[in-house]
């Protein structure tokens, strides 16, 4: 059985360096680079503190991939080292296997029916619970209509790496925003869960790119699971490998296919 | 790990897919994947990749007692193993029924089929004979694992070389490669497998499925043929209903498919023979990078080391910039001693310098592609042929910064060199 439990995702640890600052530019002149797992950020720590300019304490926010370890501060990925503002930093880096964390939405394969909770295979090392009230508009009589097999799109409630992941498909106030079980047909398949990011970060250009070629109804999940329906099977087929291919394409090369496909190449 | 369920929903799409005849892939219903063959570095070491399925057989042979009811005929062994290395689904080290049900269709399909000239394999008989074996292992699972292991098997038993042998009274001789050329086995003919699924009870028909296809089909149907359309072995598994037609029908794909991979593999095999007759690295070797776990090896010798310390700062102080090219990509690690051996020629040009200096004369074994660079050079080379070159690199230079390097700081040795040029 295949584990990977020993870090979280998004597990930020927030690195408190004796000059921050230093350690901060140094950091951000390095934003956009490609890094690899052992690269590090030590800093020689001064004896000698300024007495005119105000040292102020600055915290860094490490994100996936970037770990501290004693006053250094170790990239544990490979991957290109990414910066938000103000502080936070992450490494933005290519992988299969998905880590739950906490609030984020994926796609999962009920597997089990137990009493009161449904077995979620999500793609994580343990399967996550989901309890029949966590649907919308679910009370002990009106139970949810799941059966085994089927899709639900939820979002993580508890990710721990000591507990069971506990999934539910309403969001605080109770509404399912989108969250549920999948009607029927569609497709399931599986991408890499750097392209999941790209798919989902705001402004996405593939995004753009596919809209424009014919609708379609996508779902993705953060675990690397995307779920695709259109009119026909045909063009369901299609944009499931469009997506897939996207893996390994450059911007260019996309568009360039995409036109081919909208021209009705295939 | 428990196979992960497939869900309803691309069950679902699947059979919808299939019935629409097409598929995930957007391959037609008698395609084949993309089938690639490369070879190791070692006779009788192959890979295999079908699609994403990947698949490695290596042979090996050994020298044993042959069975009792056979005295005289060599035996054949085969193997295959299923790690978690392809698919979570699979365990360490414990027989599950899909390896015994692969194992023994490998074994109908290249043993009992008589393909290989066991009787050849004898060396005394009743006493010696060869034991060939075929170690398959599944290195990624996107289903249809037998086809892609019966091509990688036969095709590792052609590229396979056993030691020449000779038999002089009771003594029996092995050969090493250098002494002879190792010799293939004899090989009547290829036999190939060729996997049908079946969905909706037979109605639907596809070849080579992958996973997910395999994993919704009713049933499944195994020919394995050679290209002479000679059926060796056939195995329906499943529990379906099959139709005389439709075998037969299946009878005629395969041997369409058979005679095309046969000449893939022959093809392949060929242009690994004018690889290795070439001389140059081959096979899978050639497309992995350099890795020599030898470069950090050293036989150990005696050095004066009396003021190296100072020499060594004096040749980094005086050394330019290495520059961004380097000519040759095989750099020692730093501060690493070896005996350079089967490079390019350097002799004659600074790495003597760098052994007067420190003084060591040696006299060892060299090798035979070295000794003749030699007495190719020998009327050039002043001093004395014995010498064994030897290299202390004290920085990852290149040779041209090295020479002018060192020429810097040895006077005496540059002269010596300059009248022999």
């Not at chain 2, 006779?43 to 699609?51: A, F, K, R, S």
């Not at chain 2, 690994?272 to 992995?288: I, M, Q, V």
């Not at chain 2, 020499?311 to 330019?320: C, E, S, V």
């Not at chain 2, 064994?388 to 290149?398: A, D, N, R």
Request: glycine share 8%; proline share 4%.
């Amino acid at each position: 059985m295949r584990r990977r439990r020993s870090r979280r995702r998004v597990n930020a640890c927030e690195a408190g360096f004796p000059n921050s600052v230093e350690m901060f530019s140094r950091l951000k002149n390095k934003v956009g680079e490609v890094l690899l797992p052992g690269d590090e950020f030590c800093f020689d720590t001064d004896d000698t503190i300024s007495l005119t300019e105000s040292v102020k304490a600055e915290k860094v926010v490490c994100g996936p991939g970037l770990r501290r370890s004693g006053d250094r501060l170790v990239v544990c990925k490979s991957g290109v080292l990414r910066h938000k503002q103000p502080n936070v930093f992450w490494m933005d880096a290519q992988q299969k296997r998905y880590v739950p964390a906490k609030g984020e939405t994926v796609i999962g394969i009920v597997t089990t029916k137990s009493g009161d909770v449904f077995k979620v295979d999500f793609g994580g090392s343990e399967q996550a619970s989901l309890s029949y009230l966590a649907f919308e508009g679910a009370t002990k009589r009106n139970r949810p209509n799941v059966q085994v097999g089927d899709l639900v799109f939820a979002q993580f409630l508890i990710a721990n790496k000591d507990m069971e992941p506990e999934l539910v498909c309403i969001d605080g106030s109770g509404r399912a925003n989108g969250m549920g079980v999948f009607g029927a047909g569609g497709l399931l398949f599986m991408v890499s869960l750097g392209l999941v990011r790209r798919l989902l970060a705001p402004g996405s250009e593939i995004m753009s790119d596919l809209s424009q070629l014919f609708p379609c109804e996508l779902v993705v999940g953060m675990n690397g699971r995307l779920w695709v329906k259109a009119s026909s099977i045909q063009r369901t087929l299609i944009v499931s490998n469009l997506l897939q291919s996207c893996e390994n394409m450059t911007a260019t090369q996309r568009r360039e296919l995409f036109k081919r496909v909208a021209q009705g190449a295939l | 790990m428990k196979d992960t369920l497939l869900s309803n929903c691309e069950r679902d799409f699947l059979l919808k897919a299939i019935e629409e005849k097409k598929r995930l892939d957007g391959r037609q219903t008698y395609d084949y994947r993309k089938i690639k063959i490369t070879f190791g570095t070692d006779y009788g070491c192959c890979y295999v990749d079908l699609g994403k399925t990947r698949v490695m057989a290596q042979v090996s042979c050994e020298l044993v007692a042959p069975k009792e009811n056979r005295p005289n005929e060599g035996i054949m062994f085969f193997n295959i193993e299923l790690s978690p290395l392809a698919s979570p689904i699979f365990e360490q080290g414990r027989q599950s029924e899909l390896s015994v049900k692969l194992n023994r269709q490998l074994e109908r399909c290249l043993r009992n089929s008589k393909c290989i000239d066991t009787e050849s394999l004898c060396v005394v008989s009743g006493e010696k004979v060869w034991q060939i074996r075929v170690d398959v292992h599944m290195l990624n699972h996107d289903g249809n694992l037998m086809d892609a292991a019966s091509i990688a098997a036969i095709t590792a038993l052609c590229h396979f070389r056993r030691p020449d042998i000779a038999v002089q009274g009771e003594e029996v001789t092995v050969y090493s490669p250098e002494e002879r050329d190792p010799i293939a086995l004899s090989i009547y003919h290829m036999p190939i497998s060729v996997s049908f699924s079946f969905f909706q009870q037979g109605t639907y028909l596809l070849v080579d499925p992958c996973e997910r296809e395999e994993r919704v089909m009713d049933g499944l149907l195994m020919i394995a043929m050679n290209k002479h359309r000679e059926i060796c072995s056939v195995q329906s598994s499943g529990g379906i209903m099959l139709l005389k037609e439709q075998v037969l029908r299946c009878s005629k794909i395969a041997s369409v498919k058979v005679s095309e991979i046969t000449e893939l593999i022959s093809k392949a095999l060929e242009n690994d023979k004018k690889a290795r007759k070439a001389g140059g690295r081959c096979g899978f070797a050639e497309s992995l990078p350099q890795e020599r776990i030898t470069a950090l090896k050293m036989d150990e010798m005696p050095v004066e080391v009396t003021d190296v310390t100072e020499q060594a700062y004096d040749i980094i102080q005086k050394t330019k910039e290495p520059p961004q090219t380097v000519p040759s990509p095989l750099v020692p690690a730093p501060g690493v001693g070896q005996v350079d051996q089967g490079q390019q020629n350097t002799w004659g040009l600074e790495e003597e310098e760098e052994e007067r200096e420190d003084g060591v004369e040696e006299e060892a074994v060299m090798e035979v592609e070295q000794q003749k660079e030699e007495e190719s050079k020998g009327n050039i080379v002043e001093i004395s042929d014995s010498e064994e070159e030897e290299v202390i690199i004290l920085h990852p230079e290149t040779p041209d910064t090295l020479h002018k390097s060192s020429c810097h700081q040895q006077g005496s040795a540059t002269s010596k060199k300059k009248h022999k040029k």
